[in-house]
């Protein structure tokens, strides 16, 4: 299983808020996704991004007690994040002055990396499927992530 | 009605099982679309959503019907069900229930003329 989180920073023009957006894989297919705004406004990107993981993390855990209920026990679960300070930031839980703020219900995902449940990466963003939940993407790349998304025309 | 057998259509979503896994489409419930909302003679596009396109709060442009709107944005929120790659300019729609304007069906209408394209689009499930 692994999780792919993204964030649009700034992505609602009215409110100013920003999207989180990510997708869950089971082996090779595609099993949830979502793009949603934050309920916050975040001041950085890294923020923005830091929310992301932390919901695409819940999702995660949700699909690892349901798979637990078919005696699959997953762990190191690897969430792809394209932001390195947001991985600095989940495997060190030392208090940055930047992120103060941040609501303790997002740092939970700290004490679940620390658990060895969950394992955040990085990944560049040519590989970052979650980009097509993000924003509106040229034909190439709509049509390179569409494959990898294991979309295909049927013939019928 | 006999509720035994392959699942083969269940609520307007259509499962295919072959031998190399699962093919989830509703190319039925598009197609179904676009006929109720006549758009079935379109020109078709290759992305849902332009770009560079941003959609925007607007003070200008002629008013829109809107209850039509919420309607087709319902109706296209359904289809997200077997579709990940609209989800984004779908749910861009669904941030604008109010004060609605010319611009804001423009985008909807995109979004149609993209399914128009690629009706038959499925998800596919494979085998572990």
Sequence with gaps: MVGLCDADYDGDRIERKSTTESCQFLGENLISWAS????????????????????????????????????????????????????????????????????????????????????????????????????????????????????HFVSD | MSMRGELKFFLGIQINQCKDGVYVHQSKYTNELLKKFKLEVCKEMNTPMHPTYTLNKEDTGSKIDQKLFRGVVGSLLYLTASRPNILFSVCLCVSFQSDLRESHLTIVKRIFRYLKGTTNLDSFIGNP
Excluded: G
């Design chain 1, 36 to 151: 949603k705004r934050q309920a916050t406004i975040a001041l950085s990107t890294t923020e923005a991004e830091y929310i992301s993981a932390a919901s695409c993390c819940t999702q995660l855990l949700w699909i690892k007690h349901q798979l637990e209920d078919y005696q699959i026990n997953e762990n190191s679960i690897p969430i792809y994040c394209d932001n390195t300070v947001v991985i600095c930031m989940s495997n060190n839980p030392i208090l940055h002055s930047r992120v103060k703020h941040i609501e303790i219900n997002h740092h939970f995902i700290r004490d679940y990396v620390q658990k060895f449940i969950l394992d955040i990466q990085f990944i560049d963003t040519e590989h970052q499927w979650a980009d097509i939940f993000t924003k509106p993407l040229t034909v190439e790349r709509f049509d390179f992530i569409k494959k990898n998304l294991n979309m």
